[in-house]
C-alpha cells in the first residue's frame, strides 16, 4: 500500500506563502490521483483540491480558487500544494491522499484509499 508523508507546514502571517509536499513510498503514484484536504479544529473534513495521474486536469474547492496551486513530479513521487496570499481562515490540518482512479475529479475522501499523517499550517492575522 502506499504510504504518504507531508511536510512544509508551519506558521505565516496571513498574506504570506507556504508549499506543502506529499512524498510516497512503498508503491508509484504515477498512475493515482492524488489530492489534498484540511480539517479544522472542530470543523469537518474540507476537500482543498485534487490533480489527475498524469497532472493534466486539476480542481480546486472555491474557498482556494486562484490562490493554491497542486502540482505533482512523477519521477520524484510527489505531490505539491503551493499556498498564497494564506488567510486565518487556512488554518488547518493538511492531508494529502492518492485514489487508484487516474483521470477522474476526485473530490470526496471516501473516493481516496490511502493518507498521510497532515501537517499543520497555522495563518496568523
Known amino acids: 500500500q502506499v504510504r504518504l508523508v507531508e511536510s512544509g507546514g508551519g506558521l505565516v502571517q496571513a498574506g504570506g506563502s507556504l508549499r506543502l509536499s506529499c512524498a510516497a513510498s512503498?508503491?508509484?503514484?504515477?498512475?493515482?490521483?492524488m489530492g489534498w484536504f484540511r480539517q479544522a479544529p472542530g470543523k469537518e473534513r474540507e476537500f482543498v483540491a485534487t490533480?489527475?495521474?498524469?497532472?493534466?486536469?486539476?480542481y480546486y474547492s472555491d474557498s482556494v480558487k486562484g490562490r493554491f496551486t497542486i502540482s505533482r513530479d512523477n519521477a520524484k513521487n510527489t505531490v505539491y500544494l503551493q499556498m498564497n496570499s494564506l488567510k486565518p481562515d487556512d488554518t488547518a490540518v493538511y492531508s494529502c491522499?492518492?485514489?487508484?482512479?487516474?483521470?477522474?475529479?476526485?473530490?470526496?475522501?471516501?473516493?481516496?484509499?490511502?493518507w498521510g499523517q497532515g501537517t499543520q499550517v497555522t495563518v496568523s492575522s
Open positions: 491522499a492518492t485514489a487508484a482512479l487516474r483521470a477522474t475529479i476526485l473530490t470526496k475522501a471516501d473516493q481516496y484509499d490511502s
Open positions: 512503498g508503491g508509484l503514484i504515477s498512475t493515482r490521483a
Open positions: 490533480v489527475t495521474w498524469s497532472g493534466g486536469t486539476t
